[in-house]
């Protein structure tokens, strides 16, 4: 329900087990994007987000195939940096899954339920260049998948082994290859043809 006024709901997603919905709104204070999770059937939607430093928002927002777990991008602990966060769908405490506050943004993320991880692409504003990381779901250590100096271009999941494949170069320059790693760790492996 809108209680603020001028207060939108700027996105939603509903649970794969069709039981909740969540959504990003400016539900209680104008201009501050927050997270609720309301029951599909109706009810008292519960703030999912946790305090917020002045000025942050939410951005963007998944919900684990499991349907125990959502997971959002938001500013919420230093306003103008973009951090990762994961916390129950039906409320309770949020917890960071980006590494700590630095000169950097989460880019883009996306759950892999099969190692029960999330993969995202960290901006790191200094070297202009994307890293690639997976955190556990609940909660856990940052582990970085791509190797230090590399630049991460973009990343896809595999569907049925716990792979992330990313696209880049590991040195950091203009070369451009394909290489593997799975979501729990490892080293790099570059699966397209050698380059000239």
Do not use: C, W
């Not at 590399?150 to 040195?171: C, M, N, T």
């Amino acid at each position: 329900p809108r209680r603020v006024t001028d207060g939108d709901v700027g996105r939603y997603v509903i649970s794969q087990d069709s039981r909740h919905v969540v959504y990003v709104a400016e539900q209680d204070v104008d201009q501050r994007r927050e997270l609720y999770s309301v029951p599909i059937s109706g009810g008292m939607p519960i703030q999912l987000n946790g305090a917020m430093v002045a000025g942050g928002n939410v951005d963007s927002v998944l919900i684990d195939p499991d349907t125990q777990r959502v997971v959002f991008s938001a500013d919420k602990d230093a306003n103008d940096v973009e951090e990762l966060y994961s916390v129950p769908i039906t409320g309770g405490a949020p917890v960071k899954l980006s590494p700590p506050a630095g000169p950097g943004d989460v880019y883009v993320f996306e759950i892999d339920q099969l190692s029960d991880r999330v993969v995202f692409m960290l901006d790191n504003q200094v070297t202009s260049r994307f890293s690639l990381f997976s955190t556990p779901l609940a909660g856990g250590t940052p582990l970085q998948l791509s190797q230090s100096g590399a630049r991460v271009d973009y990343f896809r999941l595999d569907p049925v082994i716990p792979v992330v494949v990313y696209g880049g170069s590991q040195s950091g320059g203009f070369d451009y290859e394909v290489f593997s790693v799975p979501t729990a760790g490892g080293a790099p492996n570059a699966i397209s043809a050698p380059l000239v």
